[in-house]
């Protein structure tokens, strides 16, 4: 603990004799009486020289504590002070805390320090101290984002294949409807030269007499005269009656 002359002020930590790496943080614990403190961080150059203010910034009230990023891997060392307000008047109230080390090479992964909230203990060397603990498990919220959008990507492409799938599909009948049509129509014009089916099998049609007319063949027909048909001859011939019974023939006698 430090205090300096009687402000009320005291630094819970950082305790003297410290050293903490570039990029840690410190959580940084006081009591105070001062409702708007304001806590300013002093360093000192590798070579010497007056206390630079680094960085100034408005703290918790009353007791708490405020984090602090050590971002100045070029100072050697560095302290903290705690005013009541941010004009800090004369600085008679300014509280000092204990000077603490830098080194200038970051850990791998930077840690937070400060008190343990469960014991009295302070630590005396940054590299025994606990980091803080990580966030609790389960899934980070752009995790389930990302989770999200893969399976509506997933659905999406799910969809687009069915919807492929059943129009290829739908072509593919009617291709086949419209060579089933073409086929049907082929074979109701060979029945309409052959026939009607019936049964499974092809009835002939009909046949149409037809009249065929004879040619270069002479047939003979019976030729009739009636009976008072007469042929007259000559005046010196004698007028006959040809029966109807007799027949006459075409050519010589």
């Known amino acids: 603990m ?16 410290l050293t903490f ?3 840690d943080t410190i959580n ?28 100034a910034e408005y703290g918790h009230a009353y007791n708490s504590s405020t984090l602090a990023l050590i971002k100045w891997p070029e100072f050697a060392s560095c302290y903290f002070t705690l005013r009541p307000s941010k004009s800090g008047g004369n600085g008679s109230l ?3 805390s204990p000077w603490f080390r830098i080194n200038s090479e970051a850990r791998p992964t930077p840690v937070t320090f400060g008190l343990d909230q469960n014991s009295t203990t ?17 899934l980070s919220s752009a995790a389930k984002i990302g989770i999200g959008v893969g399976v509506a990507l997933g659905l999406l492409f799910g969809l687009g294949a069915a919807a492929i799938a059943f129009c290829l599909l739908w072509r593919r009948k009617r291709a ?3 060579g089933a049509q073409l086929l049907n129509a082929g074979g ?5 030269e052959f026939g009607a089916e019936e049964g499974g099998h092809f009835m002939p049609m009909k046949s149409m007499p037809v009249e065929m007319q004879g040619k270069g063949q002479d047939f003979e027909r019976p030729h ?5 048909a007469t042929v007259e001859m000559g005046s010196d011939r004698r007028i006959g009656e040809l029966s109807a019974g007799e027949g006459v023939r075409n050519g010589p006698g």
């Open 21 to 23: 790496n570039y990029l």
């Open 188 to 192: 109701e014009s060979s029945k309409s």
């Open 94 to 96: 300014n509280t000092n």
């Open 176 to 178: 086949r409807q419209a």
């Open 122 to 138: 302070v630590p005396t060397d940054p590299t025994t101290s606990t980091p803080a603990p990580g966030p609790s498990g389960g």
């Open 224 to 228: 009739e005269l009636s009976s008072d």
């Open 2 to 17: 430090a205090a300096d002359k009687d402000t009320g002020v005291t630094f819970l930590y950082p305790p003297a004799g």
């Open 28 to 55: 940084v614990s006081y009591t105070s009486p001062f409702s708007s403190p304001y806590l300013v961080t002093y360093c000192l150059r590798y070579n010497g020289g007056d206390p630079l203010e680094k960085n």
